[in-house]
Nanobody, 124 residues
Framework: QVQLVESGGGLVQAGGPLRLSCAAS????????MAWFRQVPGKEREFVAA????????DYADSVKERFTISRDIAKSTLYLQMNSLKPEDTAVYYCACKMGSAFITVMTSYEYWGQGTQVTVSS
């Protein structure tokens, strides 16, 4: 059983950085993809960034390109999201997700496993 545990959320001022971590366990994650999604109350969960575990290739939502960086530590089975130049509109609960295969990595419904989420609040 795959388990995903996020950490690193918190309160940060606009313009500041924050790094999220997602510790994954229960599998060897070769041939998997992992991603970050976010959700605010009353809105659908939206794609933020994704990474193919084997190749390290990445995809980003347009709203976070050039500000956010997704990466992984293979030895630690940990996914990261480095967030820079944060804006109040980045405020959300951020979720880590994992799926088998490397197709449709930006599509929320293709993900099988989810973490519990971590709150990120950006003050203006």
């Amino acid at each position: 059983q795959v388990q995903l545990v996020e950490s690193g959320g918190g309160l940060v001022q606009a313009g500041g950085p924050l790094r999220l971590s997602c510790a994954a366990s229960g599998r060897t994650f070769s041939n998997y993809a992992m991603a970050w999604f976010r959700q605010v109350p009353g809105k659908e969960r939206e794609f933020v960034a994704a990474l193919r575990w084997n190749s390290g290739s990445t995809d980003y939502a347009d709203s976070v390109k050039e500000r956010f960086t997704i990466s992984r530590d293979i030895a630690k089975s940990t996914l990261y999201l480095q967030m820079n130049s944060l804006k109040p509109e980045d405020t959300a609960v951020y979720y880590c997700a994992c799926k088998m295969g490397s197709a449709f990595i930006t599509v929320m419904t293709s993900y099988e496993y989810w973490g519990q989420g971590t709150q990120v609040t950006v003050s203006s």
